[in-house]
């Protein structure tokens, strides 16, 4: 009869290996005061590239999905600009079954694009 390993152990080990991979998803440090507002819009608004229009209400937004919060007030909303790059970053640490892309761990957008939505986000 093989040798099993008891159940906790396989749990303990696939918890570890997870805890392991969300440390690899941490923003990087990263000038945040350095994005472009009017670039950042051109990319959130833009269905090939950031397309948060296709989920988020934004104002002047043609079309808007109604699947995530409207993106309005977001400096009341997230007071520290870093908060709601990390959000945009990797939603799933705050929300492990959000269906939003994680745009920075995923390499979904450039940093320079990303530093430009996260400047755009946070004007609304």
């Given amino acids: 009869?093989?040798?099993r390993k008891p159940l906790f152990a396989i749990s303990a080990a696939a918890l570890l290996s997870l805890v392991a991979t969300s440390t690899l998803a941490e923003m990087p440090e990263m000038d945040l005061d350095?994005?472009?507002p009017g670039a950042g819009k051109q990319v959130a608004m833009d269905r090939a590239r950031g397309n948060c229009i296709a989920?988020?209400?934004m104002p002047e937004g043609d079309s808007p999905g109604a699947i995530g919060p409207a993106l309005v007030a977001m400096q009341t909303r997230y007071p520290d600009k870093r908060d709601l790059a990390e959000?945009?970053?990797d939603p799933t640490i705050k929300t492990p079954t959000v269906v939003m892309p994680p745009f920075g761990k995923h390499g979904i957008l450039s940093d320079k694009d990303f530093r430009d939505v996260v400047a755009y986000i946070w004007s609304l």
Avoid: E, F, S, T
Wanted: some cysteine; aromatic content about 16%; charged content about 10%.
């Fill in 1 to 3: 009869m093989p040798h």
């Fill in 34 to 36: 350095g994005g472009d």
């Fill in 55 to 57: 989920c988020h209400w």
């Fill in 87 to 89: 959000q945009i970053w």
